[in-house]
């Protein structure tokens, strides 16, 4: 199994979503984060008190799935996310050593369906 985790603008969130839903993804989980540093898109950045530097919003989309899907789900992201300006986000991708179901105790590939 694999974790992806993918930073995109926040005016991509409903196109990337849907894209993925229209493969069959439909369990992620999608997150309001800042951006700070250079991956920031300098142009929609601004100051924070909080933070003390800047850093403009983004969206985390994080989902789990067979390793089969990586290559596609990726190629959904990057090609329903991109915008060809800095900024456009980043996605990584990990080893999910194994999964379970709480309600149904099942596990693995199992448990995410």
Request: aromatic share 6%; net charge negative; hydrophobic share 35%.
């Amino acid at each position: 199994m694999k974790e992806i985790k993918a930073y995109i603008r926040p005016e991509k969130a409903n196109e990337v979503i849907t894209a993925l839903e229209s493969i069959g993804i439909s369990g992620m989980t999608v997150i309001n984060v800042s951006m700070l540093g250079k991956w920031a898109d300098q142009e929609q950045s601004s100051l924070s008190i909080d933070f003390c530097q800047k850093y403009c919003t983004s969206i985390k989309i994080e989902l789990i799935c067979d390793k089969t899907e990586v290559d596609k789900i990726i190629e959904i992201i990057l090609s329903s996310g991109r915008t060809e300006r800095k900024g456009d986000g980043k996605i990584f991708v990990s080893d999910i050593e194994n999964a379970y179901s709480i309600r149904t105790r099942a596990e693995g590939v199992e448990a995410i369906n």
